[in-house]
C-alpha cells in the first residue's frame, strides 16, 4: 500500500528570474516541497498568492515597486497560516527586526547554504508564527545591549528630507541647523545604514522600514 505525502506548496517573489529558477530547483529536489508559482514583483505576488494559495511564500527584501515587507504585510492581512520567508542580500539587525515585527516567519540571507532556506521554508510551513533566524539570537543581544543601529529623531528628519531630494544646506535651512552640523547628520546616517551615498541610504532605509516609500523629486 502506497503512502501519500503531503507536498508544501511555495510561491517564490523574486525580481531575478535566474535566482527564482536555482531556488526552485532546489526546493523542487526535495520531495515534500512544490514551487507552483513565481512573481518579480510585489503586486504580481499579491496577486499570485491570492490565485494560488500557497502554504508558503519566499520574497526577496527589495523588489521593483516595493519590498518583501510589503508582501508580508499583504499576505498577514489576508491569512495567518501562511508561512513567509524573507530572502535577502542585506541582513543587519534592523532588517531582521523588521520582518519579524512585520508577521514573517524566517529570515535567510541568500549567502547562507541552501538548505538553511529549505529548513527555513519546512519551519515556516508548520509553524508560520514563529520566527526563525540563524542571526536572530545575536540581533537579540545586540538590541538589548543598545548596540543595534537606531536612528536618532533628528537623524529620522534629516533622512525624510533626503528622500525629498533636498541637499544638505537645504536640510539646514529647513531645520535651522548650519550647513555643516547638515552634513554631519547625513554621514552619521550613512555610517548607520551602512551607505556611501545618499540612493543606497535611502534604499536601506526604506527595506528596513524606516521610509514607506521615497517620493520623486520635482515639481
Not at 508580508?72 to 489576508?78: G, K
Request: net charge neutral; aromatic share 2%.
Amino acid at each position: 500500500m502506497t503512502t501519500l505525502t503531503a507536498t508544501t506548496s511555495v510561491l517564490l517573489a523574486d525580481d531575478h528570474e535566474l535566482l527564482r529558477a536555482g531556488l526552485a530547483g532546489v526546493l523542487d529536489q526535495q520531495g515534500d516541497l512544490q514551487v507552483t508559482g513565481e512573481a518579480g514583483s510585489v503586486a504580481d505576488a499579491v496577486a499570485a498568492y491570492d490565485e494560488l494559495r500557497p502554504d508558503v511564500v519566499v520574497a526577496d527584501l527589495q523588489l521593483r515597486d516595493g519590498t518583501g515587507l510589503d508582501i508580508v504585510r499583504a499576505i498577514r492581512s489576508r491569512s495567518r497560516t501562511t508561512g513567509i520567508i524573507i530572502l535577502t542580500m542585506h541582513s543587519g539587525d534592523d532588517q531582521i527586526f523588521a520582518a519579524m515585527e512585520a508577521g514573517a516567519s524566517g529570515f535567510v540571507g541568500k549567502d547562507a547554504p541552501a538548505m538553511e532556506v529549505v529548513r527555513a521554508v519546512r519551519h515556516a510551513s508548520v509553524s508560520p508564527r514563529s520566527f526563525v533566524c540563524t542571526g536572530l539570537a545575536g540581533a537579540m543581544m545586540r538590541r538589548a545591549s543598545g548596540e543595534s543601529t537606531r536612528l536618532s529623531e533628528r537623524e529620522h528628519q534629516v533622512l525624510v528630507l533626503l528622500a525629498d531630494g533636498l541637499g544638505a544646506q537645504q536640510i539646514g535651512s529647513r531645520l535651522y541647523l548650519s550647513e555643516s552640523t547638515a552634513k554631519s547628520h547625513i554621514a552619521r546616517i550613512y555610517q548607520k545604514l551602512g551607505a556611501t551615498n545618499r540612493a543606497q541610504a535611502l534604499v536601506t532605509a526604506m527595506r528596513i522600514g524606516l521610509l514607506s516609500s521615497v517620493q520623486p523629486t520635482g515639481v
